[in-house]
């Protein structure tokens, strides 16, 4: 079963720092991309960065540029997003997903973790 | 990077058929047959409904289907049923190699 388990959200200052974890099962994470979307309280959906398979392509949201950075280590399973310079409109759930091979479509999505950025 | 256009919501009866536009330009929506429909329903993961278009995923049901003209695509629910009451949302890959998401649609099943 695929599974992806986001962790590392939680309440920091503006301007602070937050890094978020994923830890995915049941596939073979060097076959796919990921990615990381994330939704404001009764918000929409935001597509934030992706990263290809080896990690040889990497796209970010004109809105995180320069302040998000993306990475994984596929022999450990796992994909990061290192937040910095955090904002208030940065407060959102954080969805981990999984690209389908070979299409530009989410198909597998985890249950998210909350990032509250606030004083 | 703007978000792509749907509208904010769409309603229907039990039986009966609706369509959610996505609206986007020639970078995005219209430059690529890369378009995918989620459907959210509260406090849940999205759910992947169709990609490339007009594809759907095994086990998602043949009632939901997508079609794209210019630069608007469409999702439509055919035979309406209380549990399609959800939020819906349109992706597309654009021509940055980034996605766009559009703003969402709220679904009532009258």
């Known amino acids: 079963e695929v599974q992806l388990v986001e962790s590392g959200g939680g309440l920091v200052e503006p301007g602070g720092s937050l890094r978020l974890s994923c830890a995915a099962s049941g596939f073979t994470l060097s076959s796919h991309s990921l990615n990381w979307v994330r939704q404001a309280p009764g918000k929409g959906l935001e597509w934030v960065s992706s990263i290809s398979s080896s990690s040889s392509f990497i796209y970010y949201a004109d809105s995180v540029k320069g302040r998000f950075t993306i990475s994984r280590d596929n022999a450990k399973n796992s994909l990061y997003l290192q937040m910095n310079s955090l904002r208030a409109e940065d407060t959102a759930v954080y969805y981990c997903?999984?690209?389908?091979?070979?299409?530009?479509?989410?198909?597998?999505w985890g249950r998210g973790t909350l990032v509250t950025v606030s004083s | 990077q703007s978000a792509l256009t749907q509208p904010a919501s769409v309603s229907g009866s039990p039986g009966q058929s609706i369509t959610i536009s996505c609206t986007g330009t020639s970078s995005d929506v219209g430059g690529y047959n890369y378009v995918s429909w989620y459907q959210q329903h509260p406090g849940k993961a999205p759910k992947l409904l169709i990609y490339?278009?007009?594809n759907r995923p095994s086990g998602v049901s043949n009632r939901f289907s997508g079609s794209k003209s210019g630069n608007t695509a469409s999702l439509t629910i055919s035979g309406l049923q209380a549990e399609d009451e959800s939020d819906y949302y349109c992706?597309?890959?654009?021509?940055?190699?980034?996605?766009?998401f559009g703003g969402g649609t709220k679904l009532t099943v009258l």
């Open positions: 992706n597309s890959y654009t021509n940055t190699n980034t996605r766009v």
């Open positions: 490339d278009v007009t």
């Open positions: 997903v999984r690209e389908v091979y070979g299409y530009y479509a989410f198909d597998y």
